[in-house]
């Protein structure tokens, strides 16, 4: 897995933030719906500009008004779907309104340039063809993509799909939330998130042998990007669902900011400063045994330790 290779073979829908969606493609009914609402809606504010664009220019020439014409509709019928799927990354109002969204290949939100590429080949294979293109297109294609998607490099996929479908990453052990709150994740490839994301969700799936290769060798790989060995004792899937606990909290946090919210995500608890992990791993994928750094537990063989302190402590009486 060393540079990505093999990180494309493990690849699930995930998302730029390497949060798996767990969701389906969407396929010709559901887009086709969204599309109609955008449509009606579009429509609605062509004529609506048409109409004030008429009275406005009653008194230019036929040349004047049908430039204006062709502008009104490029920029409403064109621009309009481009500037709403760039500002809302990929959710238009009949997308929200079906529960899809557009999404890059990888997983990732959609910027401008996906947009521009999608709007300018929607103009031609949905409007300049009444959707009979799009239609054959995204029927021939195995994910549902129209000519727009397969140019742009996107894909259209279900945001909301029945409880239990998507698969959900198990959480990071409680001993390391908050161990890795300083680490660099900046190095870290998105290709590299996705294989993290989607061996996690699938680990319990995979062979006891194949899972711990796997996990060594991606742990390894993030190690290398963080420029931080993974910590001694630490599981390497433990490790991997950390970091990536670790990642969705920063993420979280930043969206709170962004969003003006000024209630910052809760941090995650911090691991005890003198904790020492010893041993491997159980079955559990846990280390075998926590050293907390605590006082030594009183002795039966202690002076003035005839066992009474043991005894009202346990329940249990050590031999003479």
């Known amino acids: ?36 609402i955008d449509l009606a809606v579009l429509m609605t504010v062509f004529v609506v500009l048409s109409l004030g664009l008429a009275v406005v220019s009653v008194t230019l020439d036929e040349a004047a008004t049908a430039a204006i014409t062709v502008a009104t509709f490029l920029l409403v019928l064109v621009g309009g779907p481009v500037a709403v799927e760039t500002l809302s990354h990929g959710r238009s109002l009949g ?39 799009g239609s054959i297109a995204s029927l021939v294609s195995a994910r549902g993509r129209r000519l727009g998607d397969v140019f742009a490099g996107t894909l259209v996929v279900r945001e909301r799909v029945p409880a239990g479908r998507a698969a959900a990453a198990p959480p990071p052990p409680p001993w390391l939330l908050g161990r ?45 990007r963080t420029g931080v060995p993974v910590p001694q004792g630490v599981p390497s899937a433990a490790y991997l669902a950390a970091v990536v606990h670790e990642r969705q909290v920063r993420d979280v946090r930043r969206v709170a900011a962004a969003a003006g919210h000024g209630s910052p995500a809760p941090a995650p608890r911090p691991v005890p400063a003198r904790q020492e992990f ?14 907390q750094g605590a006082p030594d537990r009183p002795s039966a063989t202690a002076p003035g330790g005839d066992g009474a302190e043991v005894r009202a402590a346990t329940g249990f009486a050590p031999p003479a």
């Not at 010893?278 to 045994?289: F, I």
Request: charged letters at 25%; hydrophobic letters at 50%.
């Open 180 to 224: 890795f709150a300083q680490l660099d994740l900046s190095g870290v490839p998105d290709g590299l998130w996705l294989a993290i994301r989607q061996y996690l969700t699938r680990m319990n799936q995979l062979d006891t042998v194949v899972r711990g290769a796997m996990a060594e060798r991606l742990s390894t790989d993030l190690a290398a």
């Open 278 to 291: 010893v041993g491997e791993r159980t079955v559990n994928d846990r280390p075998a045994e926590v050293r």
């Open 1 to 36: 897995m060393k540079g990505g290779e093999g990180w494309v073979a493990m690849n699930e829908l995930v998302t730029g933030d390497a949060v798996v969606l767990g969701l389906r493609p969407a396929r010709l009914p559901s887009r086709a719906l969204a599309i109609a």
């Open 95 to 133: 997308k929200l309104a079906c529960g899809l969204r557009v999404v890059r290949d990888d997983g990732g939100p959609i910027r401008f340039r996906h947009a521009l590429v999608r709007g300018a080949m929607g103009a031609v294979e949905i409007l300049g063809t009444f959707g009979v293109v």
